[in-house]
């Protein structure tokens, strides 16, 4: 087989990883599979090809193999691969960071409301990826093929006033192994969220395509099964209902766009003070009076989306150890909730004293 021959066409995964199916050709004579892949890829060596095989990201006919086998005529082997670029938009910013575990390998960083994570249109600078690159200083952070510019360290990502935990690899290594996981789906994912109203029922699944709204294409949007969307599943639990508003824990077993978002706007309880999803109006209650006051008060006091990545599990890449970090609601959140907990016991009081 020529170095052309049976190579598809590399499509986006998730985002962060692309795919390859390679058909051997029928005279294709025994040679070990690393050697047989870099003539074979773009931008691949042998020891980033080595690493992808050892973390499960190669396989042959629909199985893992080692480094060493030799592929044998009309062998199916799928690849999927983070791309390495090298970043050259990325300014170092000395802009603070709030790291809660970091090695020679990976750091956890708490991200603020706010921040973007990285550089694109109208965000320049001030992103969490211009505060890496100023914190990893000499050290060159692996960079996985970005859509539409080069994140590097980045795996995953969470929204600009979304608050909470992101993993960033510090090695190629720990890229390759970190981005099997979110792959896999194998990744611990928490997140806290104040929607309006209360799901029924309390304990649930979102099992709902997503892709982007064609009327405003800053938005996501729902799509019915085969008609354009992407797989995107939300699991979620009602964990304090508040009478016209509930906070929820949602479980990502995908990473879509907007994904919490959107899920939970679709079921009719978008959440609280998202104005890209028409959660900054009042959904549920008088929209006159106190209450009315009340409640803008509370956008006042959080004018972003109320949802915090809380919880982040994944295996460590190198040590194989389950590493685990929450993130405690941030000011803001935390104080919005408290004044709907006092509400509901004022609530609560005027009902029984009447």
Known sequence: MNSKEGAGKPHEVESVLQTQEIKVDGKQSPLRIDKFLVDRTENLSRHRI???????????????????????????????????????????ED????????????????????????PGISNYSGT?????????????????????MDRPGLVHRIDKDTSGLLVVAKTEEALVHLAKQFFDHTVHRRYLAMVWGEPEP?????????????????????????EGGKHAVTHYEVVEPMYYVSMVECRLETGRTHQIRVHMKHIGHP????????????????????????????????????????????????????????????????????????????????????
């Open 95 to 118: 802009i603070p960071l709030d790291i809660v575990y970091e090695d020679a390998h990976l750091m956890v960083v708490n991200k603020p409301a706010g921040m973007v994570v990285h």
């Open 50 to 92: 080595q690493l992808g095989i050892r973390a499960g990201l190669v396989t042959v006919n629909e199985r893992q193999v080692k480094p060493n086998y030799k592929v044998r005529p009309h062998d199916v082997i799928r690849i999927v691969y983070p791309k390495t670029v090298v970043p050259e938009t990325v300014v170092p």
């Open 128 to 148: 969490l990826v211009n505060a890496l690159a100023y914190h990893a200083k000499n050290t060159e952070l692996p960079v996985l093929d970005g859509n539409p």
């Open 202 to 226: 309390h304990v649930g699944t979102i099992d709902l395509e997503l892709g982007r709204d064609m009327k405003n294409r800053t938005r996501m949007a729902v799509y019915p099964k085969g």
């Open 271 to 354: 959440i609280f003070s998202d104005r890209h999803y028409g959660g900054d109006t009042i959904r549920k209650g008088t929209v006159y009076g106190k209450y009315k006051q009340f409640v803008h008060n509370c956008f006042e006091m959080m004018p972003r989306q109320a949802l915090h990545a809380r919880s982040l599990g994944f295996e460590h890449p190198v040590t194989g150890e389950n590493m685990y970090f929450e993130a405690p609601l941030p000011e803001d959140f935390h104080g919005v909730l408290d004044k709907w907990r006092n509400y509901l016991h004022h609530r609560k009081g005027d009902i029984n004293a009447g």
